[in-house]
């Protein structure tokens, strides 16, 4: 997680990572057990795909007119 100054300054406030190829075999964790025959699947430009995960707590106030910014690589 970025803050986002209004004049375009950026600061890391929180970081981490999530291995978005391996979404599917991920679910199967959380599902019906682990299923290690579930291949990595490529991620597509311009399709939109939704992650759900959980941050660890922050101690962090944006000011008026910053902006969060979430980075991918």
Same mark, same amino acid.
């Given at each position: 997680?970025?803050? /986002?100054? #209004?004049?375009?300054?950026?600061?890391?406030?929180?970081? !981490?990572?999530?291995?978005?190829?391996?979404?599917?075999? /991920?679910?199967? %964790? /959380? !599902?019906? !057990?682990?299923? #290690? $025959?579930? #291949?990595?699947? $490529?991620?597509?430009?311009?399709?939109?795909?939704?992650?759900?995960?959980? %941050?660890? #707590?922050?101690?962090?106030?944006? !000011?008026?007119?910053?902006? %969060?910014? /979430?980075?991918?690589?």
């Amino acid at each position: 997680m970025i803050d /986002v100054y #209004p004049d375009g300054r950026e600061f890391f406030v929180a970081e !981490g990572a999530i291995n978005a190829r391996a979404r599917d075999y /991920v679910r199967s %964790l /959380v !599902g019906e !057990g682990e299923d #290690p $025959n579930i #291949p990595y699947s $490529n991620i597509n430009a311009k399709e939109v795909y939704e992650y759900e995960f959980e %941050l660890l #707590p922050i101690a962090y106030t944006w !000011g008026k007119g910053h902006k %969060l910014k /979430v980075l991918k690589q």
